[in-house]
């Protein structure tokens, strides 16, 4: 059984082969740089050959597409026909950057694998259980009916798939049946969840990934007044802001690197801005977790994953320092061990679990593809 996972962004086709008997991973790929999504779907289909996998994408059994936009319309994994294209593109607009790049790759593979079922998995799925209370804005009403503006919320195939191992690592160790979660996925862009029995209540990323935590380039939660503010003193028009608030801003904005590990290295080396910046990033952190926490009423585990998120001791103990007040209790000698795919951070006091777990969003998508080319439709 061969499924393969493509993730087609606007310059790039990323690329994971899956046996699903074992779970396995044959090839991983890829291209950057790709002006013509055509040729690099060509390429792909060469690398996979060369190292004889398949020779053609008719060889798969499915394909499984990374899309980033689902709106309200696809709470879950969708098998790719005719009305499921149209429903994509009428998406465009909420993502006018990621939405067209992920249909060209879909339309490509149906191209030249018409044959091959495909399936959809979309970002914003696992946060359609909101309430409607988390997702509505404080704006009128009707901006919502007519404009679909309201809280999506993004990332959500990497919180699915953490909170999941997170619950069957409490469940297994803990007799914890039903976990309140806080899931942070600490990339470049950042989000967090607040997690209740396996359904998202609430996320930190709202109608784009713009809101919520301090992010590489993005600035997360401001005061939106601030937008006017500098329309009016500066004459900024919409494209600038856009690119203040998206590109310009978070980590890099603060001190000039939206590198983490570059930004530690410059903070111990005496940078006061890099310092700074990590101080806000992990208050911000901070706050979502109080806020999650009471959302949730109680917390039983805070998961922490996505490259910051797995790999920086540093940041994870900042983000857990002086949290014993809120029954978080962080173990610094264990946050400093090597793992594979989960790891403790709890002392053996600690009221909440904290855990750092490898994400897989490939294998998240290949699992789900799998589980929709079984299911009856
Ligand atoms: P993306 O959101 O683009 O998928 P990643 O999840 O790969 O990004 O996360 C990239 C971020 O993780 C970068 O800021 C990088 O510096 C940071 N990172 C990776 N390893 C470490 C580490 N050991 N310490 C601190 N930051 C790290």
Redo the contacts with the bound molecule.
Sequence with gaps: MKILVLNSGSSSLKFQLFDMTCHKVLYSGLIEQVRDHQQAIITMVKQLSAQGHIHQLADLDAIGHRVVHGGEYFKQPTLVNQQTIEAIEQLIPLAPLHNPANLLGIKMAQQYAPDVPQVAVFDTSFHTSLPDYAYIYGLPYELYNKHHIRRYGFHGTSHYYVSRQAARHLRAHYNLEQPRLISLH????ASAAAIDNGQSIDTSMGMTPLEGLLM?SRSGDIDPAILFYLARETGAGIQELDDLLNKQSGLKGICGQ?????I?EQAKQGNTLSSLAIHIFCYRIKKYIGAYSAALNGLDGIIFT???G???A??REQVCSAMDGLGIEFDTEKNQNSYDKLLELHSSASKVKIMAIRTNEELEIATQTYMAIRAPQ
Excluded at 186 to 189: A, E, V
Aim: proline share 0%.
């Design positions: 600490l990339g470049n862009g590489g939206n590198d983490m590990r570059t530690i996505g490259g910051i797995e790999n920086s540093f940041i």
